[in-house]
């Protein structure tokens, strides 16, 4: 049974990528407690899902993405207002913990034996293929091809790829580092800072929100203070630091 709702309670529908759900519930506790009467509902998924469901009509009132594309093609399409960074983020490797086989360093990745990527329409999939196409000029020429003949699947989303390491199904995936903090199934194996790529969330309010006073408040408290501690404290980087 759902909470009991005050006659006053204005709902406020965030639709944002899949990697920000534990730090954007955050965020919304924290919102919560300044706005009494704000009921928050969140939706988390792919961007480029989120983004098909705002082109069909699904009513948002903000909506954070991992790429810029997704935004850019609202605004353009007149479905969003004015967008900005929130917050930074950056790649990692992933192993499981458990594993011997799985690779010790980025330099071994063509030696797993199954590696999982985000799909290439997704962004995720996007940022991973450009640091392994980056690894050519560090390891060789072929080391991106040795790498995508080791691939056995591509996902959707970065939690996906995350669950497909911590149950064994792969051997390695590369994902946001905030998605590998504090998960006892997984070894972080870093990537060289010259070949890895600063990934950037950026949120925006929709034109067809109801609530426009209440989504541009949430993106201000975002950035406040108080949201930027709350995404550091979560592993997120604020735009002026890299």
Do not use: W
């Not at 706005?35 to 998924?45: D, E, H, T, Y």
């Not at 499981?96 to 034996?113: I, T």
């Not at 072929?142 to 056995?152: A, G, I, N, S």
């Not at 950026?202 to 609530?211: E, F, P, Q």
């Amino acid at each position: 049974m759902g909470c009991r709702q005050d006659s006053r309670t204005e709902n406020l529908t965030v639709f944002a990528a899949s990697s920000l759900t534990e730090v954007l519930s955050a965020q919304g506790r924290a919102f919560q407690t300044k706005q009494k009467s704000v009921q928050m509902l969140f939706n988390f998924a792919g961007s480029q899902v989120l983004r098909l469901q705002i082109e069909n009509g699904a009513p948002a009132d903000v909506f954070i993405s991992a790429d810029p594309g997704h935004v850019q093609s609202l605004k353009a399409a007149g479905l969003l207002e004015r967008y900005r960074i929130i917050a930074t983020n950056e790649l990692v490797l992933i192993v499981p913990r458990s594993s011997r086989k799985a690779p010790a360093d980025f330099q071994s990745l063509p030696q797993a034996e199954s590696i999982v990527l985000g799909a290439p329409n997704v962004p995720i999939g996007q940022y991973a293929r450009a640091v392994i196409r980056k690894g050519n000029k560090r390891f060789g020429k072929d080391f991106e091809q040795q790498v995508l003949m080791r691939v056995v699947s591509e996902e959707s989303n970065v939690r996906l790829l995350r669950s497909r390491i911590e149950l064994g199904a792969a051997q390695a995936a590369l994902v946001y580092r905030t998605d590998a903090m504090r998960r006892d199934q997984l070894r972080m194996v870093e990537i060289p800072e010259e070949i890895n790529v600063t990934t950037a969330y950026y949120g925006g309010r929709l034109k067809a929100s109801t609530n426009a006073s209440l989504a541009d408040a949430f993106l201000d408290h975002l950035r406040s203070p108080e949201g930027l501690s709350i995404f550091a404290a979560l592993g997120f980087l604020d735009p002026g630091e890299k």
